[in-house]
C-alpha cells in the first residue's frame, strides 16, 4: 500500500461504545496529525505528533485520546461520544512539523456517526 | 490572527467552462505558506500546490494555474476547460511562519455538469 491509508472507512456506534481509528503512513514520515471536519466548519487540528511524541492538543476533549505506537501508526481511541462528535475523521502525514516546508498528505478519513 | 476565507460556498459549471476559485488570507507573519487541497467525494484530501510568500510567481500546471497576489492577500486558482472529474470540494489553507499549523478556509464545492 501507498500513501495515508485509514480503517475503519465508515464507523457508526453509540454514546457508550469505545472505538478506535486507526491510521497507517507508508511514506517514511515523522509527524502525524488527527483533523476533524465536521459540515459547514473548516477542518479542525485535533492532535499532532512528531516522533511519536505529541506535540500539540487543541483543546480537544477527553474523550478522545490520541495514541502514537512508531512513527508509521496512529490510532483514535473513542469512548462516550456525544451526537456532535458525528463527523470525518481526517489522518495525515508529514515528513517533519515543519509545516511550510513539509507538505501534508492525508488520509481518505473515517466517516464517524454517533448515535 | 490568520484567516483563510473562500467566499465562494458552491460554484456550479458547465464541462469545458473556465472557473476561478477565489481564496483570500490574513496573516502577520512575513513568511508564510499557502495551499490548496482538493477533496473529491471518496474523502481524501489530495494536495494540489504550495506557495511560499517570497514566490509570487503565477503557476501552471496542466489546466490548472494559480494567481498568487500579495497586495490583495489572494491566491486564487483557476480551472480551464473544466470536467466532471474536477467536481470536488477546493480548499485553500495558510501556513503562518514554519512551524504553525495548517488553518483551512471554509472550502468551495465546484459541480461540472456535462
Known amino acids: 500500500e501507498t500513501g495515508v491509508t485509514q480503517t475503519p472507512r465508515h464507523l457508526v456506534m453509540g454514546m457508550t461504545n469505545k472505538k478506535s481509528l486507526k491510521c497507517e503512513q507508508h511514506?517514511?514520515?515523522?509527524?502525524m496529525y488527527w483533523y476533524k471536519q465536521s459540515a459547514k466548519k473548516p477542518l479542525e487540528l485535533m492532535f499532532v505528533y512528531s516522533l511519536e511524541e505529541r506535540v500539540e492538543n487543541n483543546s480537544v476533549p477527553s474523550r478522545f485520546s490520541p495514541e502514537c505506537p512508531n512513527s508509521s501508526h496512529l490510532f483514535l481511541h473513542l469512548h462516550t461520544l456525544q451526537p456532535e462528535d458525528s463527523a470525518l475523521y481526517l489522518c495525515a502525514s508529514s515528513r517533519t512539523t515543519a509545516a511550510g516546508t513539509d507538505t501534508q498528505y492525508f488520509g481518505p478519513g473515517t466517516r464517524l456517526t454517533v448515535l | 490572527a490568520q484567516k483563510v476565507t473562500q467566499a465562494q460556498t458552491e460554484i456550479s459549471v458547465v464541462e469545458k467552462e473556465d472557473v476561478t476559485l477565489d481564496c483570500v488570507y490574513e496573516?502577520?507573519?512575513?513568511?508564510?505558506?499557502l495551499f490548496w487541497y482538493k477533496q473529491p467525494p471518496s474523502g481524501e484530501l489530495v494536495f494540489l500546490i504550495r506557495?511560499?510568500?517570497?514566490?509570487?510567481q503565477n503557476e501552471i500546471s496542466g489546466r490548472y494555474s494559480w494567481n498568487f497576489q500579495k497586495s490583495t492577500s489572494s491566491f486564487n486558482f483557476t480551472i480551464t476547460a473544466s470536467q466532471v472529474v474536477d467536481s470536488a470540494v477546493y480548499f485553500c489553507a495558510l501556513i503562518g511562519g514554519s512551524q504553525g499549523n495548517l488553518i483551512f478556509g471554509k472550502g468551495t464545492k465546484l459541480s461540472v455538469k456535462p
Open positions: 511514506l517514511g514520515h515523522n509527524a
Open positions: 506557495r511560499n510568500s517570497f514566490d509570487e
Open positions: 496573516t502577520r507573519d512575513t513568511t508564510y505558506y
